[in-house]
């Protein structure tokens, strides 16, 4: 099983950017695809955006526009750039990966999440 491993959180301020970056060593992503998922407490863990191995990304309203996510298969590295950052964009964020069903792995794994948060 694949072994996430999360960094680039931290504190911004509101207008700031941060890239989040996943670790995935010997992942190599094709159709079950990668994603960001963010979590606040008390809230369902929701979906941020996601990527396959064609390189077709998704990228929910929350955050559309405001920020890109990729992956480099020579780093097996998953990143999310987020940009002109808000205070609600302040949630746990986690990496994920097999996030399809369809003839894929019948779970998801996911990394162990790291903090963004956002002041004014």
């Known amino acids: 099983q694949v072994q996430l491993e999360e960094s680039g959180g931290g504190s911004v301020q509101t207008g700031g950017s941060l890239k989040l970056s996943c670790r995935a060593p010997?992942?190599?992503?094709?159709?079950?695809?990668m994603g960001w998922y963010r979590q606040t407490p008390g809230k369902k863990r929701e979906l941020v955006s996601h990527?396959?191995?064609?390189?077709?990304?998704y990228y929910a309203d929350s955050l559309k526009g405001r920020s890109t996510i990729s992956y480099d298969n020579n780093k097996r590295t998953l990143y999310l750039q987020m940009n002109n950052l808000r205070t609600e964009d302040t949630a746990v964020y986690y990496c994920?990966?097999?996030?399809?069903?369809?003839?894929?792995?019948?779970?998801?794994?996911w990394g162990q999440g790291t903090q963004v948060t956002v002041t004014s």
């Open positions: 994920a990966a097999d996030i399809f069903r369809v003839r894929c792995p019948p779970t998801t794994t």
């Open positions: 010997g992942y190599t992503l094709r159709r079950c695809g």
């Open positions: 990527i396959n191995g064609d390189g077709k990304v």
